[in-house]
């Protein structure tokens, strides 16, 4: 492999089909042969506090070359012969890119080059792999560069890429038609560098915008400031709530509130199978966000409440935390609700708390 000389590339005086192919993956160093110092992703500088990270995308092309014999042939017959192509946008590093070919007595020369990099990148990391194809399926050659920065590189790839005896070969089997197909495989890495320090604080910040508000929700369920709704539980408690947060969070709500029913003339609704320990638990959770433990002592209203008013993220902590209240004496009744209600995460450890105390479970019924 081996750098030559820059030349801008003429158009091509012969026929070339391009089939291109473009996919995005995070990658590590490992994935890169370590070739540009990335052990680890992400990669952690504690002194400085930034993180760096790597990102390829992957491009293939099918490059298919027409009257390859016959410009064998010739003597500058590959001059002008090369594809171009743009690269990069999927990774934010937009870059135009060529192939060519470059013969030097029987010597079948391939390399990369480099026509436009994004003007703010310093370094363009990149390798490629290359084949020429069988007539028919298969490889008759492949070779893979190493990841090199073509920023600071002339064309890359390789002088004797192969011969063109052994290309024109029958033998070979690589031409149909006198045509020849090359698979080129082009890995453009961008690397992201993030200050840790920032990036942590830009976190907290986040967290401390998310735990505000969901305080001042919360604030506004207990103070009942401007609320609108009244929900009378089955037990005869009263709840001021207001309408915008229970539709948001239930179309069930939101139907009661939006169409022509009772409860929306009258501003009051009224559940005749939910007791306020359950619901004030519903309430909580759509206001803040937040469940307390205590929701055990009134699991099976609860629960169904979620199911009722289809709040999904309730019913789903309900599935993920039901078996930590299990114990001999209610398991078989938690396992019972819980496929009720189609809780399988919950159902599946009480299940498994069950057979590991059959013996115990079955004397305390």
Known sequence: MAPVTRRNPQQPSVEARVN??????????SDMDNQIDMNDDPVIDKSCSFRTSMTVEIK????????????????????????SFEAGQSI??????AFFIR???????????????????????????SAVKRVGGGEFIRLSTEVVDLSSVADWGWSSFSTIP??????????????????LKLYLYSRQTVDLAESQKLVKLKTDCQKLVASALESSLVNKRYSDVTIMSADGVAF????????????????????DMTEKKTGVVAIDDIQSPAFAVLLKFMYSGQVDDAWHEASEEVIYAADKYNIPLLKS?????????????????????????NLTVASKQISDYIKLNMD????SV
């Open 20 to 29: 291109e192919a473009t996919q995005r993956q995070n990658v590590s160093g």
């Open 240 to 259: 001021q709530a207001h309408k915008v947060i229970l539709a948001a969070h239930s179309h069930v709500f939101d139907a009661m509130f939006t169409t």
């Open 317 to 341: 902590y309900c599935d993920h935390t039901l078996a930590a209240s299990c114990n001999l004496s209610n398991a078989l009744d938690l396992l019972k609700l819980s496929r009720l209600h």
């Open 103 to 129: 013969r030097i007595d029987d010597d079948f020369g391939l390399y990369l080059r480099l026509l436009q990099k994004p003007p703010t990148e310093k370094e363009i990391f990149v390798r490629f792999d």
């Open 360 to 363: 115990a479970v079955l004397l």
């Open 60 to 83: 293939e092309i099918t490059w298919e070359i027409k009257d390859f014999k016959a410009l064998s042939q010739m003597k500058d017959g590959f001059k002008n012969v090369y594809i």
């Open 92 to 97: 934010k590093l937009p870059t135009k890119w």
């Open 166 to 183: 052994k290309l024109i070969s029958a033998t070979s089997n690589v031409l149909q038609d006198d045509m020849l197909t090359l698979s």
